[in-house]
């Protein structure tokens, strides 16, 4: 079966420093991969999405950045953390069919930025 | 621009089925419609999805209207673990923007003892 891992669950980072998350997915070959983010109180806000290794397609200009060096890794990055990137950070994977059963998330990430 | 539209919060007594209402009146017809929830801290969870016939999981039902204007989500016997956020989603399964799945603000369904 597919499962989807992200880490670290939680992360205190300074103003200023490095930022980076990875997800890995297992048990399927090929997907298209998510990130989104979700603010304190707000809803999902879909950051950036990949339908192969090094296809990168970003929704929303901001201080981050992704990659995608392996066909089931995704990786999250920014070179200096802003306060307003604190949030609660998905990495999600869904088919490339198209159809099926929509996306699976993973556990997710809380990013505070201090 | 907004695809559905949902209430913002529902109350549902333990025990008792609760029912979600979606609309989506700009649905297109390729578009299905696709319910997740999020619980709180956890990433969103698949519920079920329906084009047009009504759909029944080991989860929920979906009802969706002839017009496929509306749709409701059953839940038959709610638990407390039940409580989430409830989200509507229109999504075409080929095209432009099929691969993005928009997540509106969705319903708060509190479940209550």
């Known amino acids: 079966s597919q499962t989807i891992h992200q880490w670290p669950a939680t992360l205190v980072q300074p103003v200023g420093s490095p930022l980076s998350l990875e997800c890995t997915v297992e048990?399927?070959?090929?997907?298209?991969l998510y990130w989104y983010r979700q603010a304190a109180g707000r809803g999902l806000q879909l950051l950036f999405y990949s339908v192969g290794i090094g296809q990168i397609s970003s929704e929303v200009p901001q201080n981050l950045s992704a990659s995608r060096p392996q066909d089931r890794q995704f990786i999250l990055s920014s070179k200096k953390l802003l306060l307003s990137d604190s949030g609660f950070y998905l990495c999600?994977?869904?088919?490339?069919?198209?159809?099926?059963?929509?996306?699976?998330f993973g556990s997710g990430t809380r990013l505070t930025v201090v | 621009d907004a695809k559905t539209t949902q209430p913002t919060s529902m109350d549902c007594a333990e025990g008792r089925a609760a029912n979600l209402p979606c609309n989506h009146s700009t649905i297109s017809g390729n578009e299905y419609v696709y319910w997740y929830r999020q619980i709180h801290s956890q990433g969103p969870q698949y519920i079920i999805h329906?084009?047009?016939n009504n759909e029944t999981n080991e989860m929920a039902s979906l009802i969706i209207t002839e017009d496929r204007k509306s749709s409701t989500l059953i839940l038959p016997h709610a638990t407390l673990r039940d409580t989430a956020v409830y989200y509507c989603i229109v999504r075409g399964h080929s095209g432009a923007g099929s691969y993005q799945l928009t997540f509106g603000k969705g319903t708060k369904l509190s479940v209550i003892p």
């Open positions: 999600a994977w869904s088919g490339t069919t198209g159809g099926g059963y929509g996306y699976t």
């Open positions: 048990g399927t070959s090929n997907p298209n």
């Open positions: 329906g084009l047009k």
